[in-house]
Each structure stands twice: as structure tokens, then as C-alpha cells.
């Protein structure tokens, strides 16, 4: 059955809510950065989606031959429902300096995704208005 929206819209949405989830461990961090006790957490998924999308470590696809063409991201629909996100406590106490650059790397990455997204929708869009003429 076709969909109205392409798999990786899906996959899209799903990592954009594991950098949300990023995004909030890192302000708890840097929260409790005067809390001589508190030890820093992270959350650990990048490995795992990149297993699951059969990524090498470069972040391109593995091509088993080589003449298959090169393409885009396939995934299932269902395939993040599989994907174990961890959320580790940390050795050590919070590093300002870490956090940040964590932060500033997370914020990036999300708002690429968002940008495609955007590009998604627009191009939906214009196919909408354009049918109609």
C-alpha cells in the first residue's frame, strides 16, 4: 500500500526525537554541573542506527558490488521500533566544555534534519499546487 509520505520522513521524525532527547540529557547535565555528586549522562544511538541502516562508518551505504548504483537511504517503516537507544551514567562529573561542544553538534544535526524536512514538505507541496492546474 502506498503511503503518503516516504519511509525516511519516518526516520527523519525518529532521530529528531532522539536529538530532543540529547538536547534535554545535556541541560540536566549542565543543570547539575555545581552538584559535586551528579555524574554526566549521555545517550548512545548513533552506532545502532547505523548498523540498522547498514551504514559504514563514514556514514555512506555499503554497496555489496560494485555495479550497483549508488542510492539513498531504504529502511523499513517499522525498523526503529527495533533500535535500543541507551542512556549511560557517566564516570566522571560534567565538563562545560564537553556538554557544549555535545550541544553544538546536537543543535546542527537537528537543524539539518529540519531543513530536510522542509525541503520534503516543499517539494509536496509544489506537486499539490501544481496537480491542481
Known amino acids: 500500500m502506498k503511503k503518503l509520505f516516504e519511509p525516511h520522513i519516518e526516520l527523519v521524525k525518529y532521530v529528531m526525537d ?10 540536566s547535565n549542565l543543570a547539575n554541573i555545581e ?26 551505504m555499503a554497496r555489496t558490488n560494485e555495479r550497483h548504483l549508488p542510492t539513498s537511504v531504504l529502511v523499513e517503516p517499522d525498523f526503529y521500533k527495533e533500535l535500543e537507544i541507551r542512556v549511560v551514567q557517566g564516570e566522571d562529573s560534567v565538563d562545560l566544555d ?7 553538534k546536537n543543535v546542527l544535526a ?12 516543499q517539494l509536496l507541496k509544489d506537486v ?5 492546474k
Open 18 to 27: 532522539l536529538r530532543l532527547i540529547r538536547q534535554n540529557i545535556v541541560a
Open 35 to 60: 552538584n559535586p555528586n551528579y555524574k554526566a549522562r549521555r545517550i548512545d544511538f548513533e552506532e545502532k542506527l547505523q548498523a540498522a541502516l547498514n551504514l559504514k562508518e563514514s556514514g555512506a
Open 128 to 132: 499539490i499546487v501544481e496537480g491542481g
Open 98 to 104: 564537553k556538554e557544549m561542544t555535545i550541544q553544538a
Open 110 to 121: 537537528y537543524k539539518t534534519l529540519s531543513n530536510v524536512l522542509t525541503k520534503e514538505f
